[in-house]
């Protein structure tokens, strides 16, 4: 069916409307790629998965433009892909890709704690020059910790560990108090910690 020549009033209104809309598209985009660098400058560095799983899903629904979705999937390969069968070094020690280095003392055939549990644990930490610091063995009263709520060096170590399990740690500075330290600890500490997983004392969701 023909519907006759296109009056000149109904294209310049087309093309006027197309003209309008076109600055908003833009403004969007632009706004939509501002904030994906933001998100990506916070997390680039990062070594939590989640993080760049979080990203890649705003890119598939359409919020971030995946400017960065290429290193975002590879990096989320390298994170996720099972570690290599952990050996030991001349001194029986494993050491983790974080820089967590650690020693089994003893072995546990416990139950293994989850991010959200809390763990009853004796331990005794020591700085570089075998000072001690803390010691629960002294005090004969093991402490409980809720696993989110310590180190990220006992963090990694607790999530690896069974009940019954003792472990030497070798914690890096940047795993544990950092540049800040402590009363008892100086900056930039490494720090060392026998540590002995006694009990789960509560899971979370459970």
């Known amino acids: 069916m023909c519907l006759g020549p296109i009056r000149p009033f109904v294209l310049l209104f087309a093309l006027a409307a197309a003209a309008w809309a076109a600055p908003g598209a833009r403004a969007q985009d632009d706004e939509a790629a501002t904030r994906e660098a933001s998100f990506w400058a916070r997390i680039a560095d990062s070594d939590d998965p989640a993080l760049f799983e979080a990203y890649l899903a705003e890119v598939k629904a359409g919020l971030f433009p995946g400017a960065y979705a290429v290193e975002a999937e590879a990096r989320l390969d390298a994170l996720t892909a099972p570690e290599a069968p952990p050996e030991a070094d001349a001194d029986g020690f494993i050491t983790r890709k974080s ?100 009990k789960i004392t509560f899971r979370a969701g459970r």
């Open 99 to 198: 820089g967590l280095r650690y020693k089994v003392l003893a072995a546990g055939d416990g139950a293994q704690p989850g991010p959200g549990d809390m763990v009853r644990v004796h331990y005794e930490g020591r700085l570089a020059d075998g000072t001690v610091f803390d010691n629960t063995y002294d005090r004969d009263k093991p402490a409980v910790f809720a696993v989110r709520g310590v180190i990220r060096g006992w963090q990694e170590a607790l999530l690896m560990m069974r009940e019954g399990d003792k472990w030497l740690l070798e914690i890096p500075s940047y795993l544990a108090y950092g540049k800040n330290g402590t009363d008892t600890i100086p900056p930039d500490a490494d720090l060392t910690f026998e540590v002995e997983l006694i």
